[in-house]
């Protein structure tokens, strides 16, 4: 497996990286999903500050992908996928803060882990059987949702694009075996609140990137959220959030009042 990152280094310059296993970084020249390449400079983690690991052209998810999430929200399991967008703007670095909007605009914000995957190779209307043939790895995501204005709304533009609602990393790990068999837990405050299979998706991994696929190019970099399972609940400011999985490691943020 091998792992790659964003960081943010002295000066404020920004690099796409690989980690090693001795946590030093070897930056490179453009996201390795573009070609790119290291540059032989090679720094200490601990010097640079960790970014979401990609710059998507476009965040594609996926709702109520796993039974039992369904059925806590009162929903119908769906006969085909139901996508949605997040905007590219949601991202959200590791260790950054989720922003809760003020309370007369939601009251009611909701934490769902989710695997993500990143698109390597450009995608479109491609078949079940070469669709992860077109993906370069996976990284741990959230996809934040103002619950409240999800029902208000009946769309979700606003309910799971808004700014900081798409936490993402802190790596994006390549050549994992068996993506659609990967598991994670969540956890609010040390507390676990979800623990989630990929095997228990009702759309498999390579059944969403077609499907993904035949509506919207895929580019490399996007990022596509594969869906939270069950136990999702409220944040609330001074909350701290974890998600962790064994091969693609732990991604934490903080949950804060945002501006006015
Ligand atoms: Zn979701």
């Not at 882990?113 to 996976?138: N, P, Q, T, W």
Request: aromatic residues 6%; contains cysteine.
């Amino acid at each position: 497996m091998r792992r790659f990152g964003r960081v943010e280094i002295a000066g404020g310059r920004r690099a796409f990286a690989e980690l090693s296993a001795d946590g030093r970084l070897a930056l490179m020249s453009d996201a390795p999903w573009l070609g790119g390449a290291p540059t032989g400079e090679v720094i200490d983690a601990a010097s640079a500050r960790a970014l979401a690991p990609v710059t998507p052209s476009k965040i594609l998810c996926v709702g109520r992908n796993y039974r039992a999430h369904a059925k806590e929200l009162g929903n119908e399991v769906p006969k085909e996928p139901l996508l949605f967008l997040k905007a590219s703007s949601s991202l959200l670095d590791p260790d950054g803060a989720i922003e809760l909007p003020p309370t007369d605009v939601s009251s009611r914000v909701d934490y769902e882990a989710e695997i993500a995957l990143v698109v390597g190779k450009r995608a479109r209307r491609v078949s079940r059987e070469a669709a992860m043939d077109h993906v370069f790895g996976a990284t741990l995501s959230f996809d934040v949702t103002a619950r409240d204005l999800q029902k208000q709304d009946g769309q979700w533009t606003r309910a799971k694009g808004m700014d900081t609602f798409c936490p993402a990393g802190p790596h994006v790990v390549a050549g994992i075996e068996e993506l659609g068999a990967l598991t994670f837990t969540c956890s609010v405050n040390g507390e676990v609140r979800q623990r989630g299979d990929a095997r228990d998706m009702i759309f498999a991994m390579d059944e969403l990137v077609a499907y993904m696929s035949a509506f919207f190019t895929l580019e490399p970099g996007d990022l596509l959220l594969t869906g939270t399972p069950e136990g999702v609940g409220p944040l609330a400011a001074g909350d701290a959030l974890e998600m962790t999985s064994p091969a693609l490691g732990a991604l934490r943020v903080r949950v804060a009042a945002g501006p006015r």
